[in-house]
């Protein structure tokens, strides 16, 4: 079964960055495509970066420019660096394959507060 453990959130100033690590355990790790998912209290999760099997990556309109994803298929890790935060990208962040997988991991919390 696929394990997955997200660390790095903290809070930080408006305008700071944060750097979202997250480590996968199982074999399919190199066979799909992974992304970093946001959620609010009360509000949807939603996807605002995906990578490819290979170079390919996508962004949200809200976060492209800002946040830059990429993977290590040898160790098995996805990051999501994250810069000029904004108040709006207070969420906990969450890691999994795209499409999802039905168990997420705990997720790491991101505040960005003045």
């Known amino acids: 079964q696929v394990q997955i453990v997200e660390s790095g959130g903290g809070s930080v100033r408006p305008g700071g960055s944060l750097r979202l690590s997250c480590v996968v355990s199982?074999?399919?790790?190199?066979?799909?495509?992974w992304a970093w998912y946001r959620q609010v209290p009360g509000g949807q999760r939603e996807m605002v970066a995906r990578h490819g099997t290979k170079t390919s990556t996508w962004y949200a309109d809200s976060v492209k420019g800002r946040f830059t994803i990429s993977r290590d298929n040898v160790k098995s890790t996805v990051t999501l660096q994250m810069s000029s935060l904004q108040p709006e990208d207070t969420a906990v962040y969450f890691c999994?394959?795209?499409?999802?997988?039905?168990?997420w991991g705990q997720g790491t919390q991101v505040i960005v507060d003045s």
């Open positions: 999994n394959k795209y499409p999802f997988l039905a168990n």
């Open positions: 199982g074999d399919i790790f190199n066979f799909v495509d």
